[in-house]
């Protein structure tokens, strides 16, 4: 389909591990987005690309969360050293370029992250 | 202090009647966007409606509508003739400065038969 992707749609580690959550934007949206959605929380912004700006990264929770865009196209939040309280669907959507307006961002299907 | 606000966790409606699900908000920003979103059981999140901060006139999308009152700071979105495919979570976002979305907590909708 040519909506967004990602992968994997279900992850199960250990505290104290990295892992790597992947998106896949759709084709020609230059704005990609990461959000996380947890009981108690809701649905938290984490970063935001545009294009070749410095990302926005203001609502990253801590310094153990990263993300980069390469190539303006797929993304990749990555965790070191997770935490229980990581646990989580990560969502990320991306929309075309373009600030202020009806500028709809389209979300993936998340992925579930459980840290055991 | 919570930049949007959804007051219903949980809400009933009858099928075939219509539903208001409330939202209000905060901002400084005079330019901002307001968007509702639904959730279904299966996760994604999917849009259904914007409204623009200087829209004169209320969004519609076919039987979803927004109430919008500037001056209460209010967005709500009206279902009309709800059907048992709208039983979902509807989230209420906003964008202001830059193009992140802030969301409200969401409101559960379950549609009786």
């Known amino acids: 389909g040519a909506g967004v992707s990602q992968s994997p749609s279900n992850k199960v580690t250990e505290k104290g591990k990295d892992v790597e959550l992947r998106c896949d934007p759709i084709?020609?949206?230059?704005?990609l987005y990461w959000y996380r959605q947890s009981l108690g929380q809701g649905l938290e912004f984490l970063i935001y690309?545009?294009?070749?700006?410095?990302?926005?990264k203001s609502g990253l929770p801590s310094d153990r969360f990263s993300a980069e865009r390469t190539g303006g196209s797929v993304s990749t939040l990555t965790i070191q050293r997770t935490q229980q309280e990581d646990s989580a669907v990560y969502l990320c959507?991306?929309?075309?370029?373009?600030?202020?307006?009806?500028?709809?961002?389209?979300f993936g299907p998340g992925t579930r992250l459980t840290v055991l | 202090a919570q930049k949007i606000t959804q007051t219903q966790p949980g809400m009933f409606v009858q099928e075939k009647e219509a539903v208001t699900l409330d939202c209000t908000y905060d901002?400084?920003?005079?330019?901002?966007?307001l968007f509702w979103y639904k959730q279904p059981s299966s996760g994604e999140m999917i849009f259904l409606i914007y409204?623009?901060?200087?829209?004169?006139q209320n969004a519609t999308e076919g039987r979803y509508s927004l109430n919008f009152q500037k001056a209460r700071k209010s967005a709500n979105l009206v279902i009309s003739a709800s059907q048992l495919g709208d039983s979902a979570m509807y989230f209420c976002?906003?964008?202001?400065?830059?193009?992140?979305?802030?969301f409200g907590a969401g409101t559960i909708l379950r549609v009786k038969s």
């Open positions: 959507a991306s929309s075309l370029a373009g600030s202020g307006g009806r500028v709809e961002q389209f």
């Open positions: 084709s020609g949206h230059t704005a």
């Open positions: 690309f545009q294009g070749n700006s410095a990302p926005d």
């Open positions: 901002t400084s920003d005079p330019s901002y966007g």
């Open positions: 409204q623009g901060s200087y829209d004169q």
């Open positions: 976002a906003m964008r202001e400065y830059g193009n992140k979305l802030v």
